[in-house]
């Protein structure tokens, strides 16, 4: 019923920008917490930012200062604008929301999308 969908991933090369966009949709009340994870070839998945519905957000130290976290809440979308791309930050990167169903019946769901990957060149 409820789904998310990410793009804006691709090559990009050391020192370079990427912004990715996450979009949910379906049978939505609200979304409450929205994020993005990575994870890169033979490492643990790990929290790179998330945002509150009001605005907050945290961000992994390991990115801090380079990348930023936003969110529309009128089209349901996140974002996350990269910059100063380094080898490092190559990894899939994944959407993740909490979202609060229309129907009482399905109510509080965690959703992840399908992944986009960013490839960066040194």
């Known amino acids: 019923q409820v789904q998310l969908v990410e793009s804006g991933g691709g090559l990009v090369q050391a020192g370079g920008s990427l912004r990715l966009s996450c979009a949910a949709s379906g049978s939505i009340f609200s979304i409450l917490v929205m994020a993005w994870y990575r994870q890169a070839p033979g490492k643990q998945r790990e929290l790179v930012a998330s945002?509150?519905?009001?605005?907050?957000?945290n961000t992994a130290d390991s990115v801090k200062g380079r990348f930023t976290i936003s969110r529309d809440n009128d089209k349901n979308t996140v974002y996350l604008q990269m910059n100063s791309l380094k080898p490092e930050d190559t990894a899939v990167y994944y959407c993740?929301?909490?979202?609060?169903?229309?129907?009482?019946?399905?109510?509080?769901?965690?959703?992840w999308g399908q992944g986009t990957l960013v490839t960066v060149s040194s």
């Open positions: 993740n929301a909490g979202i609060v169903a229309k129907d009482k019946v399905v109510g509080y769901v965690e959703v």
């Open positions: 945002i509150g519905s009001g605005g907050s957000s």
